[in-house]
Structure formats: C-alpha cells, structure tokens
C-alpha cells in the first residue's frame, strides 16, 4: 500500500514509518518540523528513515516538509502522491503548552485535520487512521477508561480539540462514508521520545543529577504504553478498515462506533503503574537514585489513567507485550547512545 503518514518527525509518527518500510509499504511522510521541542531530534529521525529507505535499495519513503493547516500544500500532496491510506497522527500536543499557546492547537489540530478530512474525501481514501488522546476522558472517574463511556468533559484544550477531531470524524463518516478509526493513545513511552514527556525529563535529569519535578507529590498512575506495541496497534487498525455497526441504536446510542464506518479504540499497556514505580525502573536502569522535588498539582492532570483495550483486542488482536520495566530498559539504552551518557 501506499500510505500518508503525517507527523512523520513526531515520536510516533517516526516508529510507524519505520515499520511500514519494514513491511514494505510506499510511506510518505509529510511534517513542518516545528520548534515545540528540539527540532534536532526531529531530523535526526528523519534522517534515520532517509537512511532505511537507502539501506532497503527501494523508492519506498518520500518526505514532504510542510504544514497540514496548508490547505493548498496538503491538496497537492494528496492528488501527486494518490496514497490508499492515511495515518494522521500530526499534531500539536502537550497539556502544559496548550495554557500558553491555545491558538496553535486550533490550528494544526483542528484546521489541520480538517484539511485531513477534506483531502481524504475528494481523493478516494480508502481509510483514515488518526491519533486521539486518553485525555479526552477528563473529568471520568470510572476505571478502567471504556470507549463506550462518554468524553464531554475533558479538562485541558489539547483533549477537547481531539475529542472535536473524533466528532469531526464521525460527520465524514456519515456524510461521506469515509472510514475513520480513531485511537485514544495512554502515554506513550520508548526510545526517540518527546524531551517534554515526563520519561525524557526524568532521565535528563537523573543522569544530570538534578531533581526531578513531581507534581501532586508524584500521587499519580499512568497506562504507560512502550511505543512498539503502540505501533502494532496503529499497524493493525489502519489494516482494518472501519465498518458500520449493523447493531448500532440511535436510543442507547454508542460512542465507540455507529451506523457510518467509524470507529474508536483506546490503545494502551492496559496496565496503570504507579509514577513512583515508574521511576524506580528508571533508577534500576540508570544505576542512580532520583532526587526528588515534591510539589502540587497543575491545572488539568488527572490522577489516573487506564485503558480497557478488549475492543481493539477483539477487532484486529491487539495485546500489548513490553512491561514497564523492559520498555524502561530499552529506553535507557537507546537514551544512553544516542545522548553518549
């Protein structure tokens, strides 16, 4: 197949390219390698597909550096490149950022995947695959987080604006008969991660011998998710392209699905972890203690996530793999080299 991936310099974006060249697929990436964080890790990752892509002697990888909220770049890509599929998981994301920035989440994340859904529509997709966020569940209480449930609280803008792309979704869907299926990602860990992601702050500062920052005095436990089994799901979902729900009823009506092909998954380890616990596997991989500095919570945390994955287990065999303490290993590793500490 050929397929879009977008954000392909993210975190995410970067590992699901990497597999899809592995199988063989057409990959074109398309990302604006903006400065959120280090634009230096960016190209570093796209470096390493470039070099994949030299490596496997086949015309399979093309990267396109742009914008998604180009209403006119993203028409040109999609009537050059034509791809089968597309993997959107480009995105301005962070729940701190978002206090101080709100416009740019509207932009890339709502303007941006609209532009996503038009492109989609007008040139023959035959699947659309795209990141949301556990954080659209907010103000719930009920664990494990089911898709079933409502997410009309969410408490930071970055969840309500992709809670807005799952509804957005859902009006292609029904309007167009787009398939769409829409993952709800649990915090996401593993080698090349975001510098502003709680496992790369930590380990920063551990080999530094700073303190590292726990808010609400680290009183949190988090679905933390190594990125290879996130990859198998995102993998397998655009595999599987959305269906109608033949069983869907408009008087107990169904969020995780519908009449139209759409469809929602939560992707996680399925396994909450305390944050404590998470950095004790840290100091055991490191081989140094942290120095702790305990300190309130922020505006918008939640105090717990937990993803119920038996919907995606039962539509494309999802099962996560990786416990925390290897994906921690792994992470330490690549970290180790790639920093040279």
């Known amino acids: 197949m050929k397929i879009l991936v977008t954000g392909v310099a993210g975190f995410i974006g970067f590992h699901v390219a990497k597999r899809l060249l592995d199988r063989s697929d057409t990959v074109i990436g398309i990302d604006c390698v903006n400065d959120y964080y280090d634009p230096a890790l960016k190209e570093a990752r796209l470096a390493h597909l470039e070099e994949q892509s030299r490596k496997s002697n086949t015309a399979g990888y093309r990267f396109i550096r742009g914008d998604i909220v180009d209403t006119a770049l993203v028409d040109r890509c999609f009537a050059d490149e034509r791809p089968d599929r597309v993997i959107h998981l480009a995105a301005q994301a962070g729940v701190r950022y978002s206090l101080e920035n709100p416009m740019s989440y509207v ?85 090349w991660g975001r510098p502003d992601m709680a496992p790369m702050k930590f380990a920063k500062a551990i080999f530094a011998g700073e303190p590292i920052d726990l808010y609400n005095n680290g009183d949190h436990s988090r679905d933390f998710t190594y990125v290879d089994d996130i990859v198998d799901g995102v993998i397998a979902a655009n595999d599987h392209i959305a269906q109608s729900n033949p069983d869907w009823d408009s008087d107990a009506a169904d969020p995780a699905s519908s009449n139209a092909p759409y469809r929602i998954y939560n992707i996680g380890n399925s396994t909450p972890v305390r944050l404590l616990d998470f950095i004790a596997a840290l100091e055991e991989a490191i081989g140094r203690p942290a120095e702790r500095r305990m300190l309130p919570a922020q505006p918008g945390d939640t105090h717990a996530t937990w993803a119920d994955v038996s919907l995606l287990r039962d539509a494309v065999g999802y099962q996560p793999k990786v416990p925390v303490a290897e994906g921690v290993r792994r992470f330490v590793e690549w970290y180790r080299n790639y920093h040279k500490v």
Do not use: I, W
């Open 107 to 191: 932009q890339t994340n709502v303007v941006g995947f609209a532009n996503m859904l038009e492109a989609c529509r007008h040139n023959g997709v035959q699947h659309l695959t795209y990141a949301s966020t556990s954080s659209v569940y907010g103000a719930n209480t009920q664990m494990p987080y089911s898709e079933h449930d409502g997410a009309s609280h969410p408490l930071q803008l970055y969840a309500a604006t992709k809670r807005s792309n799952e509804l957005m979704a859902h009006s292609y869907s029904h309007l167009f008969a787009l398939p769409t299926t829409g993952l709800r990602f649990f915090t996401v860990y593993g080698p």
